[in-house]
């Protein structure tokens, strides 16, 4: 691998334009683009003294067509432990899964988006063997649009769910802060849908992805000839989602003479594009999502207090997953019911083992990162069941680390399969079945009959003959 200092994205990509664009957008990443405009040299390119520094290769999948999967085998042939990247115009799942068992580390869809190749070129840069399968796969899944496709039961995010459903249906503005990969997005679009103005005009940008010029206009618009460049008249997304929504991602990545035009606006509700003469009265509801604490960034006077107020009198949190672990088998779940229903891709259960070595890890990437990983072990595990053996990065990032009942008794749920892929016993499944109930009703004997749909002496009869606890 090529050290920072000299690192290399080999661009395989006949589209001048493009491959313009992600020169630029390589270059904010510390990455020096060099361009093949065939897939005959890009192989070149590779063999020869320059392929030594290559430390990222991206493939325009136009570029080898039908042979794509086959061309990345040829790449990762001759450089294994360079990371590819695949760039594509189709959302097919599919190709997804054929790339990555030809040795792709990700996948881009066109029209790529800024802040996506960013993250990609990011997690490149950071690729350190044998992390491999922890990286992020971020476009595989289409994400549902309402509240019950969140999942999880632990008292803060039901909290932050709460708040945001209640949130959703009014019309004033909404922070939602929380690490990267926590859901903020998924959260933020739920809350559009779920609000009166979902078929009003709405706009979606990245604060953090484009410089502070462009998005200045982006956001205000410009009169033509209202700088140097200005060759034409421009409406921003304030005055164009009138009566709707403006969703800014990354708000905390706005640049402060940005952030103090916008109190302005928001403030007095009328928008006047760069170099006009007069204003325009708006009606906008602002959703922006941080990953940073507004709050802290006022006191250390980074963001703009006046803007912090404005967009911080709804204010939702969402918790990190290492503080929701107990989370982590519903996710689990859900989300390979949802990688298995993907073209090329089949169901798979998870024993107890993996379970529990997922509950193990920190993910410092959140329920993105989790997806990810899950995904990955879907591709390349054959068994009906995933176990420990299907995540052996993660096995050997944690160590030996056998003993890990305190984490499994926050919440594991219901085990349909041991770790041979075997389905267990009835009476076994019964029986956690019914310790779960317990559990999750705090012992109110009444609520768990009635929610598994049996009497109470019914109930009390199974207790006896399981030898369970009705305390437990």
């Not at 957008?25 to 070149?44: D, K, P, Q, S």
């Not at 997005?185 to 559009?192: G, I, N, P, Q």
């Not at 409406?235 to 009138?242: N, R």
């Not at 006191?299 to 912090?308: I, P, R, T, Y």
Request: proline residues 5%; hydrophobic residues 45%.
């Amino acid at each position: 691998m090529a050290s920072t200092d000299s690192r290399l994205l080999l661009l395989i990509d006949d589209e001048p334009a493009q491959s313009r664009l992600i020169a630029a957008l390589a270059a904010r990443e510390g990455y020096r683009a060099i361009v093949a405009a065939t897939a005959e040299e890009g192989l070149e390119r590779l063999a020869g003294e320059e392929g030594e520094q290559v430390a990222v290769i991206l493939v325009d999948q136009w570029v080898p067509g039908e042979d794509a999967c086959e061309f990345i085998r040829q790449l990762k042939a001759a450089k294994p432990d360079v990371p590819v990247l695949l760039l594509t115009a189709s959302t097919s799942p599919l190709l997804a899964v054929e790339a990555m068992r030809a040795g792709a580390t990700d996948y881009l869809i066109k029209p790529i988006a800024p802040e996506r190749l960013q993250q990609a070129l990011h997690a490149a840069g950071l690729r350190e063997q044998p992390r491999a399968e922890l990286q992020p796969l971020a476009e595989k899944l289409s994400s549902p649009l309402d509240f019950d496709a969140m999942i999880g039961t632990a008292p803060p995010f039901r909290t932050a769910l709460a708040k945001a459903a209640t949130a959703a249906r009014g019309h004033g503005h909404v922070l939602v802060e929380g690490e990267s990969g926590t859901g903020k997005d998924m959260l933020v679009r739920a809350m559009h849908a779920a609000s009166a103005r979902s078929k009003a005009p709405t706009r979606a940008i990245n604060v953090g992805a484009m410089p502070a010029s462009t998005l200045e206009s982006l956001l205000f618009g410009h009169e033509r000839g209202a700088f140097p460049g200005a060759f034409d008249r421009q409406v921003g997304l304030l005055q164009l989602c009138d009566g709707g929504t403006l969703i800014l991602d990354e708000i905390d990545r706005l640049e402060p003479a940005i952030q103090l035009r916008l109190a302005e606006v928001l403030s007095r509700r009328v928008v006047r594009p760069t170099g006009a003469s007069h204003g325009f009265r708006i009606d906008v509801r602002i959703l922006a999502a941080s990953d940073r604490p507004l709050d802290e960034l006022r006191l250390s006077s980074e963001f703009d207090a006046g803007l912090a107020a404005l967009l911080g009198a709804t204010r939702i949190v969402l918790p990190p997953l290492r503080d929701r672990a107990g989370d982590i088998p519903a996710l689990t779940r859900y989300f390979l019911n949802k990688i298995g229903a993907q073209p090329g891709l089949r169901q798979h259960s998870i024993a107890d083992s993996a379970l529990s070595l997922l509950e193990a890890y920190d993910w410092p990437g959140n329920v993105r990162q989790l997806q990810a990983v899950l995904f990955r072990a879907a591709v390349f595990c054959d068994g009906e069941s995933l176990s420990a053996d299907c995540f052996p990065q993660l096995s050997e990032m944690l160590g030996g680390q056998e003993n890990r009942t305190d984490k499994r008794q926050r919440g594991l749920g219901v085990m349909l399969y041991t770790d041979d892929g075997n389905l267990r016993a009835l009476e076994d499944i019964e029986a956690d079945i019914i310790r779960l109930a317990i559990g999750h009703y705090r012992g109110r004997m009444t609520e768990v009959a009635r929610r598994l749909g049996i009497g109470r002496s019914t109930l009390y009869r199974k207790l006896g003959e399981l030898g369970i606890d009705s305390a437990a």
